[in-house]
RNA sequence: GGCGUCGUGGCCAAGCGGUAAGGCAGCGGUCUGCAAAACCGCCAUGCACCAGUUCGAAUCUGGUCGACGCCUCCA
């Protein structure tokens, strides 16, 4: 029995999808006007991890993620760029992308863009003008009047009558009736180009909130399963989606709302704003490989905060090279009789599962496969092991890296040279010429190979 | 001011009323030509603090201190 933590109840619930073994999800994705960092990609990797675990216990999952390519900051951006939005947000677009695929995390099925579904926004206001939910004003905007929907403030757990003003609302420049309401679609003002759209109220541009109220409903109608996004969100973003949601569409919108907490950086927010960010880019140029990465932003639960650490990289780096070492060395036993571990590994793959069960736990699943892991190693070392119950344990390895994706290495060929140099040293030690030996593990170690010399001979593997 | 989250060993982190998982680092040993990797052993009488409930509290209640977040377009 799977359990999340349902924001907007404010405990821990069963899930229970809509429809028997499929469920529909929709994760807030990336405003495209910069590269990601690594904080934003926090978030991705709690969904990849949520995404996972699902298919891991059988789900079939619809995920849908956005990419807002027309807000305040990309028509900024653009202009002062040169380029136009397409040309510009189609860039960030890719690379986008392209962290995803370094960090292994696997892609939604559709990544609507929000300028595609103008029409479809448009449609919307139309209808929540005419329920009464909105109203338009003098400058060609059009607002949601927040005091018609009651139940407004439940997932932010607040009272809209004791919303204060606040610094962002006197920068609001458009003409609303009450500072709580907020903008569905936004008139043409100067300074924003040749960026708008034609609409009843005139040219102008689709607020930010109404792309996931209408992109999640075009994909997985007016009502699904779980819908994700940062604690920040919770309020307006999401707050404001449902309002916009149901009162269109008069349907429950969404079952479960899980919000992922924030990345830090020496104890504070990671944020662009506060321009104490880094992209994924940047540590990867700093040496530090994608799978450690993926590894430090994946086991901290993810309604923890995370402060990240170069430390916590290093970590995660002999960590995961220590599941690596075990997963070599089971695929490398030939003995023929040993110790049954199928109990033990049943019950490492049962707990893994449990643990993930209760609200992704992967901290404590980690715990349950490190136990099994040592266990491993112990057997080994005593030729305890049989090749029957090695292949086993990979079976098992195989199972777990469906979460967390970082064990699979693809070894690259060793070039010749490299190959000869470990077959000199064989020589060398062979004629107890330590010092040549030494010299040529030195120069292969220069060349980020390690060797090691296990009784079965010399293996290599790529310095982390 | 309102609404929240969090404080567990040197660092990270599980724990959800029954006597502190796991990872990293460190220390001693085995193996090795020396290493590396692996193995064996050691590493929190205590969970921010103070009260309380209970046979029993890191876990529940109240309070104190501290950190962080949201409060109209930040993941």
Not at 432 to 454: F, H, S, V
Request: with cysteine; charged share 30%.
């Amino acid at each position: 029995m799977i359990h999340f933590y349902n924001t907007i109840n404010r405990k821990l619930e069963i899930f229970t999808p809509l429809e028997d073994k499929k469920v529909k999800l929709y994760t807030c994705g990336p405003t495209v006007y910069n590269f990601a960092h690594i904080g934003n990609l926090r978030a991705y990797m709690f969904e990849d991890l949520l995404r996972r675990f699902l298919e891991f216990s059988g789900y079939d999952v619809h995920h849908v993620m956005n990419i807002t390519d027309i807000d305040d900051k990309t028509i900024r951006r653009s202009m002062e760029s040169g380029e136009t939005l397409e040309i510009f947000t189609e860039k960030y677009t890719q690379a986008f992308f392209n962290d995803l695929d370094t960090l292994n995390i696997r892609r939604a099925h559709n990544y609507p863009r929000a300028t595609e579904f103008i029409t479809q926004m448009i449609d919307t206001i139309k209808v929540l003008i005419d329920k009464g939910f909105a109203y338009s004003s003098d400058d060609g905007s059009v607002f949601f009047k927040v005091s018609k929907f009651l139940a407004y403030g439940k997932l932010a757990n607040i009272n809209p009558d004791d919303m204060r003003v606040g610094s962002r609302v006197e920068n609001d420049e458009y003409e609303k009736e009450e500072v709580r309401d907020f903008a569905l679609w936004k008139g043409k003002k100067d300074g924003e180009g040749d960026i708008h759209w034609d609409s009843p109220w005139g040219r102008g541009r689709p607020g930010w909130h109404i792309e996931c109220s209408v992109m999640s409903t075009h994909y997985l109608g007016s009502h699904f399963d779980i819908h994700c996004g940062g604690v920040d969100n919770i309020f307006p973003h999401h707050e404001n989606e449902i309002a916009q949601s149901c009162a269109a569409t008069g349907d429950a919108f969404v079952n479960y709302w899980l919000h992922n907490e924030h990345l830090l950086v020496d104890g504070q927010k990671m944020s662009k704003s506060e321009n104490n960010f880094y992209t994924l880019r940047d540590l990867l140029d700093k040496g530090m490989s994608p799978e450690a990465i993926r590894y430090t932003l994946l086991i901290t639960h993810y309604r923890q905060k995370l402060n990240f650490t170069f430390d916590k990289i290093k970590a995660s780096q002999k960590a995961i090279n220590r599941l690596r070492e075990l997963n070599r060395r089971l695929n490398n036993i030939s003995l023929e009789s040993g110790e049954d571990i199928s109990k033990m590994t049943n019950l490492m793959l049962q707990n893994f599962n449990d643990r993930l069960a209760d609200d992704l736990n992967i901290s404590g699943a980690l715990g349950e496969v490190f136990i099994w892991v040592n266990k491993l190693f112990a057997l080994i070392d005593k030729q305890k092991l049989s090749a029957e119950s090695a292949q086993s344990g990979i079976k098992a390895f195989k199972k777990i890296d469906e979460i967390l994706g970082v064990i699979e290495l693809i070894d690259e060929p060793l070039s010749e040279d490299i190959d000869q140099l470990i077959v000199d040293r064989k020589q060398a030690r062979a004629d107890k010429n330590w010092a040549l030996a030494d010299e040529i593990r030195d120069k292969l170690d220069g060349l980020n190979i390690i060797l090691e010399d296990t009784p079965q001979g010399t293996i290599w593997k790529k310095k982390t």
